[in-house]
């Protein structure tokens, strides 16, 4: 069974950074890709980033494209949400997802219904 312990989410201001992690145990961490998500108060849960299974292609969504890095460390089982220039449309639960299915590899043609497996999340919040 899929367990994902997401982390270090609090409380900034605009402006600054946070770098959320994700914990992943029960699958081969290596062979899938991973997803981060959020989930605004009110809004519909929306896709921010995802890596490959081997972590050579990333994708961002447009609201974060350049402020947000994702990385993983496939020798601790984890991926990495690096957060500047955070703004306050940014406050959401953060969770981390692995890809449904192993060998993922990130495109253009990427999906929110490729991923799985959601944890408890950490929340961001963003004062402006």
């Known amino acids: 069974q899929v367990q994902l312990v997401e982390s270090g989410g609090g409380l900034v201001q605009a402006g600054d950074s946070l770098r959320l992690s994700c914990a992943v145990s029960?699958?081969?961490?290596?062979?899938?890709?991973m997803g981060w998500f959020r989930r605004a108060p009110g809004k519909e849960g929306e896709f921010v980033a995802a890596i490959s299974w081997f972590g050579g292609s990333t994708r961002y969504a447009d609201s974060v494209k350049g402020r947000f890095t994702i990385s993983r460390d496939d020798a601790k089982n984890r991926v990495y949400l690096q957060m500047n220039s955070l703004k306050p449309e940014g406050t959401a639960i953060y969770y981390c997802?692995?890809?449904?299915?192993?060998?993922?590899?990130?495109?253009?043609?990427?999906?929110?219904?490729?991923?799985?497996?959601w944890g408890q999340g950490t929340q961001v919040t963003v004062s402006s």
């Open positions: 029960g699958i081969i961490f290596s062979r899938y890709g």
């Open positions: 997802a692995p890809s449904k299915r192993a060998y993922y590899l990130v495109t253009s043609g990427l999906a929110t219904d490729d991923f799985g497996s």
